[in-house]
T-cell receptor, first 109, second 115 residues
Framework: AQRVTQPEKLLSVFKGAPVELKCNYS??????LFWYVQYSRQRLQLLLR??SRESIKGFTADLNKGETSFHLKKPFAQEEDSAMYYCALLDTGRRALTFGSGTRLQVQP | NAGVTQTPKFQVLKTGQSMTLQCAQD?????MYWYRQDPGMGLRLIYYSASEGTTDKGEVPNGYNVSRLNKREFSLRLESAAPSQTSVYFCASKRALAGGQETQYFGPGTRLLVL
């Protein structure tokens, strides 16, 4: 069975510090991974997908198949980055997402 | 273009009561999903509908039923609510892009409390 693990429930950093939100997955096939973000009082929205190899709002994530990881990184955190972040893996059979338990990022001034 | 809408926003039920959560999307998406969000557990798939007229069970379907009324609407029904169904429920629809890329769009959520 596929699984997504986000080991940190809460990550607190100061503004300007680097951020790394960890995500590990287990999946037998070729994974399709995503990061979703939920800002306070807003709906869940896509941040980035690994297949696009994109950088959104300064965030990047690299798929490491050897370590089965898809960590989210940003070199300099901003206060507006404070939110709940979810790593998700696509179930290619159901075409639905399996989510990790989420990490709350707090960026302090 | 409202995206994905859900009603109600908040509901309190007594154990054993029934209710239907409504979801609609105006983006002409084929696939729609119902998830529940619980503290420390992320979002878990309840049911999904790959296209109009089809529905399938997800990870946690027990205690729920769904109806894909038409392409726009996908409702979730609790026939006999239990306290374990206290949760935040999210509906989503999916746009499939070229090259295998896809994006799920989420509704604002329905917060359900079962006493």
């Amino acid at each position: 069975a596929q699984r997504v693990t986000q080991p940190e429930k809460l990550l607190s950093v100061f503004k300007g510090a680097p951020v790394e939100l960890k995500c590990n997955y287990s999946y037998s096939g070729s994974p399709e991974l995503f990061w979703y973000v939920q800002y306070s009082r807003q709906r869940l929205q896509l941040l980035l997908r690994h297949i696009s190899r994109e950088s959104i709002k300064g965030f990047t994530a690299d798929l490491n198949k050897g370590e089965t990881s898809f960590h989210l990184k940003k070199p300099f955190a901003q206060e507006e980055d404070s939110a709940m972040y979810y790593c998700a893996l696509l179930d290619t059979g159901r075409r639905a997402l399996t989510f990790g338990s989420g990490t709350r990022l707090q960026v302090q001034p | 273009n409202a995206g994905v809408t859900q009603t109600p926003k908040f509901q309190v039920l007594k154990t054993g009561q029934s209710m239907t959560l409504q979801c609609a999307q105006d983006m002409n998406h084929n696939s729609m999903y119902w998830y529940r969000q619980d503290p420390g557990m992320g979002l878990r798939l309840i049911y999904y509908s790959a296209s109009e007229g089809t529905t399938d069970k997800g990870e946690v379907p027990n205690g729920y039923n769904v109806s894909r009324l038409n392409k726009r609407e996908f409702s979730l029904r609790l026939e006999s609510a239990a306290p374990s169904q206290t949760s935040v429920y999210f509906c989503a629809s999916k746009r499939a892009l070229a090259g295998g890329q896809e994006t799920q769009y989420f509704g604002p959520g329905t917060r359900l409390l079962v006493l």
